[in-house]
């Protein structure tokens, strides 16, 4: 990768054709244009925005790419929302293994065909060595809501439910077995997946069961969870015994004393949803490949000072705070 | 998990909590303190004061080196890091704790300090030789537990002839900490009964340490494994001393704590440190004999002498109570900074930075005590 792939000249149509559109191939990029058209169905839309940096760009069980296009199709699907349309900029460093590049474009492309979500617009720019971690990718995507389906993180009520969609700390774990100084040997997989199928299925099944939706990426389960009851002004009491962690996951959380509740999860989902829901949320989840472990985790409560509590698997209570910032591994 | 899951069992706790309710004499109170951060993070973490009955109270001690260290020593190890040639390695719990002027480790990286987070001393001679050019130093702490990684690294530096290498070394000692809490409890100090004793200093250095310090105080120690079953039977047996008024030292840790400890460990630690006459404790003050530095022949892998370092007295925010929580004094929430001026976000001392201090603990665990009936 050097300057002149950004620079608008022909460089750069040539990576444009031969890379993104020869891996992305849609009907949108073929038309060569700097926008994609096309019609609006009536309704509620959702849009959404994203950026990925992660390091390393290949992972066990993905890479920047996958991550971006899961990532983005996520946002829209914790709506409730059928995901339409993604774009992708990319900001490539001077350097850059074209080779490396052509993989991502290859893993994004086949993450969305699968999705059946198309990239329909994108954008390219190189900067100089040194000034980006080999490849930054910047997405949007937009969707559209069923009709009467209102979902948000404000709405969850005393006497709901917490449902989580499958184990935590898979994603985090996996990219910090890569890290340099942190290696150790395990057999952990990015949990990284495009959601809006299990989602779909979640609500033709039970849609007006449901409060809300986000999955806990960045900071876990527990900031999520922070987050959601902060917006609705309530408590959250959690039971750690049904929280699923694989065995892999738990022993990789021993050996670095970190906790699975705040380790980044980029294939899993939490709902609030109303109690009667629940029975039949959970025979959803658990009838799609991404919700086999689906699970009831926890209630909302009532609670001034917004905390989620969570009672141990050893039987007694304690807070279940968000981090300050990163989470460091503890030294003895 | 092996030897992981069988020891958070809640069928287990909940008899152990039984026998402890059973053994408590009524009217009687107890106060222990769990010396290791270890062990306070074991008890904030798996709620284990919520099973036991309230005669019970712990108190937080001081085995968390990172909040033992004076702020002028980070001071010291920021200005080093700030010198071009050096690149600092640091273990993570360090990065953030709060030095003079509100700076951090952290901070100093952000601003371009060549700081790195290391997991293994290891680490640190692999970037040593990897980069001769760089004057590569390590920011030692802790108690005996990882004061043998260091003699290690140091053995190894001076097998190897490594000439850019070097250890700022701030290793604490254990027995001479517990001797400190003790000698100052009666004045303002506050009444303790008994310790539950260190999990991996003791793998180290093993039983006897600790017979001098409980005959001479009159205090029983057992010496606890990290699961909070463990915690909870040792409490359970410390019990029975007060109840029986012995003063004794139990192992409770038997799987990993020999009465003779790690000898291979004591000898490298012999061979590389020597005793400081005295070290400046935060929260505790000056205490003698209580500290480690490198031994004359190792000097040029000391890096006080090294670097010509200088360590000012620096003192704390006049409004932290981090030293009283120390000794075991005060609670976290008794501190006026306690979830105003101090949260995690912005932690005025250690207390509050390592996950292992008292008020960390408290304030990501404990922060709002749940009603009784809630739990299980």
């Known amino acids: ?332 | 998990m092996k030897y992981v899951d069988e020891y958070r069992d809640a069928a287990r706790a909940r008899s152990l909590a039984s026998a402890i309710g059973a053994e408590v004499v009524p009217g009687s109170a107890y106060a222990f303190m769990e010396f290791c951060g270890g062990h306070t993070h074991a008890i904030s973490r798996y709620g284990i004061e919520d099973l036991l009955p309230p005669a019970i109270r712990m108190i937080h001690g001081p085995g968390c080196p990172v909040c033992v260290l004076p702020v002028g020593r980070i001071d010291a190890a920021i200005a080093l890091a700030r010198n071009p040639r050096v690149t600092l390695c640091t273990y993570a719990d360090l990065m953030r704790v709060p030095a003079s002027k509100g700076d951090s480790l952290q901070k100093a990286k952000a601003a371009g300090a060549d700081i790195r987070m290391v997991y293994s001393t290891l680490d640190v001679l692999a970037i040593a030789a990897a980069e001769p050019s760089r004057e590569v130093v390590f920011f030692a702490i802790g108690f005996e537990t990882t004061t043998p990684p260091t003699a290690i690294a140091v053995q190894r530096a001076a097998a190897e002839g490594l000439a850019n290498f070097s250890v700022f070394c701030n290793h604490v000692l254990t027995p001479a900490a517990m001797r400190a809490i003790l000698a100052t409890e009666g004045e303002e100090g506050v009444r303790l009964d008994g310790f539950v004793g260190p999990a991996h200093v003791s793998t180290i250095i093993g039983t006897e340490p600790y017979r001098q310090v409980a005959a001479e105080y009159r205090k029983p120690v057992v010496i606890a494994g990290f699961e909070p079953l463990d915690v909870m039977q040792s409490i359970l047996l410390l019990v029975r001393q007060v109840n029986e008024g012995r003063a004794e030292v139990e192992n409770q840790y038997i799987r990993a704590v020999r009465p003779n400890g790690n000898e291979r460990a004591q000898a490298a630690i012999a061979e590389v440190f020597a005793l400081r006459d005295r070290f400046e404790w935060r929260g505790l003050g000056w205490v003698p004999h209580s500290a480690l530095r490198l031994r004359p022949e190792h000097a040029r892998f000391d890096a006080e002498v090294r670097f010509g370092l200088e360590t000012p007295s620096a003192s704390d925010n006049p409004a932290c109570e981090c030293g009283a929580i120390l000794r075991g004094v005060k609670r976290p929430a008794e501190c006026k900074l306690f979830g105003t001026a101090c949260t995690p976000e912005s932690p005025m001392g250690s207390c509050m930075v390592s996950s292992e201090g008292a008020c960390a603990a408290h304030w990501t665990y404990g922060r709002f005590r749940m009603p009784a009936r809630l739990a299980s």
């Open chain 1, 1 to 332: 990768m050097d300057l002149s792939h950004g620079a608008g000249g022909r460089a750069m149509a040539h990576l444009i054709a031969d890379l993104f559109q020869a891996e992305f191939g849609n009907e949108y990029l073929a038309q060569g244009n700097d926008q994609a058209a096309f019609d609006v169905a009536g309704g509620r839309m959702v849009m959404t925005t994203d950026g990925f940096v992660v390091s390393p760009l290949f992972f066990p069980g993905g890479d920047i790419g996958s991550l971006a296009v899961h990532g983005t199709i996520n946002d829209i699907a914790m709506a409730g929302a059928r995901p339409l349309y993604l774009t992708a900029s990319y900001i490539l460093e001077e350097g850059l293994p074209l080779a490396d590049l052509k993989r991502i474009a290859a893993s994004m492309g086949r993450a969305s065909r699968d999705a059946g979500v198309p990239v329909v617009a994108g954008d390219t720019k190189v900067v100089e060595r040194g000034k980006a971690d080999g490849v930054f990718i910047a997405t949007a995507g937009i969707g559209v809501v069923p009709a009467g389906l209102r979902l948000s993180g404000d709405l969850a009520r005393p006497g709901d439910v917490v449902l989580l969609s499958g184990p935590i700390g898979d994603h985090g774990v996996a990219i910090m077995s890569c890290r340099e100084h942190l290696s150790f040997d395990t057999a952990v997989l990015s949990d990284s997946a495009a959601l809006h199928g299990l989602v779909a299925a979640m609500v033709a099944r039970a849609g007006s069961g449901l409060r809300a939706m986000r999955d806990p990426t960045r900071g876990g389960l527990a900031a999520t969870l922070n987050e959601i009851a902060q917006q609705s002004g309530v408590g959250i009491l959690l039971r750690e015994a049904a929280i699923p962690v694989r065995p892999q996951v738990a022993a990789a959380c021993e050996l670095l004393g970190l906790d699975p509740l705040n380790v980044a999860n980029e294939g899993r989902l939490v709902a609030i949803a109303d109690r009667q829901a629940a029975p039949a949320l959970l025979e959803a989840m658990r009838g799609h490949p991404l919700g086999a472990d689906a699970v009831e985790i926890g209630e909302v409560v009532e609670d001034a000072d917004h905390f989620v509590q969570m009672i141990t698997g050893f039987g007694g209570g304690r807070i279940v705070d968000w981090l300050a910032g990163e989470q460091l591994p503890r030294i003895c």
